[in-house]
């Protein structure tokens, strides 16, 4: 079992907007302003979508982005594409003995 | 350009011992903490083992301290991960990552199978 809870799964049509919860405690979520999310496809590495709950790497598109209230996280993705399709994580500095924890992952579905 | 490639990986018997490795290149290696990140088939992500710039501290998840060791080489650009006393749920595809400061991950290597099985 993760630590952190996101949804198993979400779907949403091209051009829609989805939202990805990521539930933890004050432990790591709520107390502490890094979380991350990720983006995998199958066979692929994982790859760095926000870091500091809303922050993007440069060359990560604007459709993404971040934001938290209390020990729930968020990762909206707005103009679904069918690129988007994949895996998604959210991860978070914890104070458990373990260190970094992450979410069980979502699958998006592009209709 | 960033690249982390990882190596070592394989089929190895329950109790048996593994070393896999991490190369980097493209970037400061030693100014930079590194981590080993794990995914078992069809499963989640776990984060198994972070070291520090100089190697000085390191922090590993529960389920591995006391059979996995993480350790660096900083001369060569490399990161490493002793696995002893292996156990089937130890069967995962091993990623080696640069960190940020922010406990995030911003370079993943494409990761090396570990299959622990008799």
């Known amino acids: 079992q993760s630590a952190l809870t996101q949804p198993a799964s979400v779907s949403g049509s091209p051009g829609q907007s989805i939202t990805i919860s990521c539930t933890g405690t004050s432990s790591d979520v709520g107390g502490y302003n890094y979380v991350s999310w990720y983006q995998q496809h199958p066979g692929k590495a994982p790859k760095l979508l926000i870091y500091e709950v809303s922050n993007r790497p440069s060359g990560v598109s604007n459709r993404f982005s971040g934001s938290k209230s209390d020990n729930t996280a968020s990762l909206t993705i707005s103009g679904l594409q069918a690129e988007d399709e994949a895996d998604y994580y959210c991860?978070?500095?914890?104070?458990?003995?373990?260190?970094?924890?992450f979410g069980g992952g979502t699958k998006l579905t592009v209709l | 350009e960033v690249q982390l490639v990882e190596s070592g990986g394989g089929l190895v018997q329950p109790g048996g011992s593994l070393r896999l490795s991490c190369a980097a290149s493209g970037f400061t290696f030693s100014s930079y903490w590194v981590t080993w990140v794990r995914q078992a088939p069809g499963k989640g992500l776990e984060w198994v083992a972070n070291i520090k710039q100089d190697g000085s501290e390191m922090y590993y998840v529960d389920s591995v301290k006391g059979r996995f060791t993480i350790s660096r080489d900083n001369a060569k650009n490399s990161l490493f991960l002793q696995m002893n006393s292996l156990r089937a749920e130890d069967t995962a595809v091993y990623y080696c990552a640069r960190r940020r400061g922010s406990y995030c991950f911003d370079y993943w290597g494409q990761g090396t199978l570990v299959t622990v099985s008799s």
């Open positions: 991860s978070s500095y914890s104070t458990t003995s373990t260190l970094v924890v």
